[in-house]
T-cell receptor
Framework: AQSVTQLGSHVSVSEGALVLLRCNYSSSVPPYLFWYVQYPNQGLQLLLKYTSAATLVKGINGFEAEFKKSETSFHLTKPSAHMSDAAEYFCAVSVASGGSYIPTFGRGTSLIVHP | DSGVTQTPKHLITATGQRVTLRCSPRSGDLSVYWYQQSLDQGLQFLIQYYNGEERAKGNILERFSAQQFPDLHSELNLSSLELGDSALYFC????????????FGPGTRLTVT
C-alpha cells in the first residue's frame, strides 16, 4: 500500500520568501504524484502532477515540484511567496489498483504568508 | 470553478437520521469519486463510480452507500448518522479511471448534532 507523509502541518513564510513544502511517499511500484491546493471553504484544485515524464514538474501559480526517486520525495517549491498563496496544500500518491488509480492524500500543510 | 457541483452546501441533522448528498460531474467526465475530510482522519477516499458501475472502494462504512445514475450524477447516502460522521464530503470527477487528474467540487459540510 502507498502512503504519503507531509512534514510540517504548518509552514510560515514572509511575503517574497521561498516556499518549500515537503512530501515523502512510500510506494512499491512507480507512483503518480500530485500536489493540490485548498483555499478556505473550497474544494481541492490540482497544482501539478508527476506521471513519469520530466522529473521537474511546473504547475500553476508559479509552483513547481521535483520528483526524486532516490529520496522518495516530491517537494513543492515557489521562489517568491505571495499573500494569495496562503492555503492548505495536499500531496497525493496514486498507483494502479484493480484498474483504477485512487490517490492517497497526505494530512496537508497549511501555508501561512506574513506581510 | 471546477465544473463539479455539489448540493447541498451545508447540512445539519440529528444522530440516527439519513441524508443524501448529490454530485454532478464535469461535462464529459465519466468517473466520480467521493471523499470524506475530517480533522481526525484527513482526506479519505470512500468510493469511485465509472459510467454507472462501482469501480473502487475505500474506507466507506456499511452505513454509507452511493450510486451513479445514467445521467452520470452521483448520490452518497449516509444513514444511522453518528456525531463522528460530521465532516466535509467532497465529490470529484475525472474523464476516465486512469491517471487523469480529478476535479473537485466545493463540498458539502455535514454537521450531525
Amino acid at each position: 500500500a502507498q502512503s504519503v507523509t507531509q512534514l510540517g502541518s504548518h509552514v510560515s513564510v514572509s511575503e517574497g520568501a521561498l516556499v518549500l513544502l515537503r512530501c515523502n511517499y512510500s510506494s512499491s511500484v512507480p507512483p503518480y504524484l500530485f500536489w493540490y491546493v485548498q483555499y478556505p471553504n473550497q474544494g481541492l484544485q490540482l497544482l501539478l502532477k508527476y506521471t513519469s515524464a520530466a522529473t521537474l514538474v511546473k504547475g500553476i501559480n508559479g509552483f513547481e515540484a521535483e520528483f526524486k526517486k532516490s529520496e522518495t520525495s516530491f517537494h513543492l517549491t515557489k521562489p517568491s511567496a505571495h499573500m494569495s498563496d496562503a492555503a492548505e496544500y495536499f500531496c497525493a500518491v496514486s498507483v494502479a489498483s484493480g484498474g483504477s488509480y485512487i490517490p492517497t492524500f497526505g494530512r496537508g500543510t497549511s501555508l501561512i504568508v506574513h506581510p | 470553478d471546477s465544473g463539479v457541483t455539489q448540493t447541498p452546501k451545508h447540512l445539519i441533522t440529528a444522530t440516527g437520521q439519513r441524508v443524501t448528498l448529490r454530485c454532478s460531474p464535469r461535462s464529459g467526465d465519466l468517473s466520480v469519486y467521493w471523499y470524506q475530510q475530517s480533522l481526525d482522519q484527513g482526506l479519505q477516499f470512500l468510493i469511485q463510480y465509472y459510467n454507472g458501475e462501482e469501480r473502487a472502494k475505500g474506507n466507506i462504512l456499511e452505513r454509507f452507500s452511493a450510486q451513479q445514475f445514467p445521467d452520470l450524477h452521483s448520490e452518497l447516502n449516509l444513514s444511522s448518522l453518528e456525531l463522528g460522521d460530521s465532516a466535509l464530503y467532497f465529490c470529484a470527477s475525472s474523464v476516465g479511471i486512469g491517471t487523469y487528474e480529478q476535479y473537485f467540487g466545493p463540498g458539502t459540510r455535514l454537521t450531525v448534532t
